[in-house]
């Protein structure tokens, strides 16, 4: 997933206002982080692997001075998780340097990658977001021709943030399958993942850039232009809405908190259950589960407590990972003995939490476990930045719903219809992309992506 911050802000510490951004974003990827500033045109970046509070000091953050600034926290989805792989990527090129934050997943990346090495051009790092920024930097036309013709020559999600010339440029894909929102702090302009960032440091979001959009901002101001066809109403990943975004943010023009709340009030509608009290799995299931106590009458408990000290186990790089993070994360209360309990989540995708959680329940003395999900089962991979790989590893594919049920080891078990994911959200179908749910993708997706994420990392001798 990744989260990416820009600011153009001459007179402000937009390295400090970054890491804000930045803190403000976390949640979108916990693998490493990096800023990277330009004074006078000239780049100077940081980045390592860690949070962003581990990543950066007071020492760090002072030593980077300069008028625009761009930021990113990663989440894998091409290239393994080592420092070269960490954002914000520096190219440096025959036309210029660039500094880029990449958020999404290319799905041409093979191709150009091969075209660029044949040129040559050299690569340091396995991720896709070194492709785009090599394109830009070879680009001998002006900047933001340059950034265009990228555009359109690349395929698959992308929202980024790019530092060149002194200017800040921020893009998105024609489909806006990621989310990218511009901001205002008092005449500065900023850009965004999500409007969350804005709200901690004190800016106003103005908008989300339109898909196929193309934003300048530098010393003459913000200009925007629509540098690639847009392919219908845009295709915003509906997980987004489900899980990924922070709840405070707002996407569409939607706050994310009252969506997740009216998809457990629905859910409730169409599979009630017989039962004493509603736990959410937190905190992503948490307003889902306060929607479905709501509508269903069934009082609300807090019956697993979350240690808030450890990361999404969702988005740990490897499922070894995800485990062993699921009991370090999660541990019920007392409380559930000799109950009936329903347990609401956002999602299920590989199933390791949810199955775990069943049996840590049933252990604590829950009588039964009713799983409520207020999103319908995911079928198939994401091929646009959502660590899904193939459909071996989702736990929905292929099975039926009491398939499932069997093994997460719950009493009963329920989805949220398609039709009542799409009513809560206020918005219609042909705005988001849902393949992970119907298997219908946006952009073609070629055979070789069925490989893994580190297909293009060397062999070893």
Known sequence: MCGVFGIHAPGRDVARLSYFG??????RGQESAGIAVSDAGRVTVLRDMGLVTQVFSEQKLRGLRGQTAIGHSRYSTTGSTHWANAQ??????????????????????????????RSGARLSSTSDTEVIAALVARDER???????????????????VLLAEGKLVGFRDPDGIRPLALGELEGDFLLASE????????????????????VVVDADGMRAEQAVETRG?????????????????T??????????????ERLAAEAPAGADVVLAIPDSGTPAAIGFARASGIPFGEGLIKNRYVGRTFIQPDQGLRE??????????????????????????????????????????????????????????????IDMAGEDELIAAGRSVDEVREQIGATSLAYLSLEGLQEATRRPADSFC???LTRSYPTRIPEDLRLAKLRFERTPA
């Open 142 to 160: 002006p900047l933001e021709e340059a950034v265009a013709g990228t555009m359109a020559r690349i395929e698959g999600a992308f929202s980024a």
């Open 324 to 385: 062993r993070g699921v009991r370090m994360k999660f541990n019920p209360l007392a409380e559930v003995r000799g109950k009936r309990v329903v347990v609401v989540d956002d999602s299920i995708v590989r199933g390791s939490t949810t199955r775990q959680i069943v049996a840590m329940l049933f252990e604590s003395g829950a009588e039964e476990v009713h799983v409520r999900v207020s999103s319908p089962p995911i079928v198939s991979p994401c091929f646009y930045g």
């Open 233 to 249: 109403g845009g295709a915003l990943c509906i997980f987004e809405f489900i899980y990924f975004a922070r709840p405070d943010s």
């Open 251 to 264: 996407l569409r023009g939607v706050e994310l908190h009252g969506a997740r709340v009216r998809m457990g």
């Open 88 to 117: 914000p990527i520096v190219h440096h090129g025959p036309a210029r340097t660039v500094a880029l934050a990449h958020n999404g997943n290319l799905t041409n990346t093979g191709e150009l990658r091969a075209e660029l090495l």
């Open 434 to 436: 849902r393949a992970c």
């Open 22 to 27: 930045l803190f403000a974003l976390q949640h």
């Open 195 to 214: 409007s969350c960032a804005f709200d901690l440091i004190g800016a106003e979001p103005l908008r989300e850039l339109r898909p196929g959009e193309l």
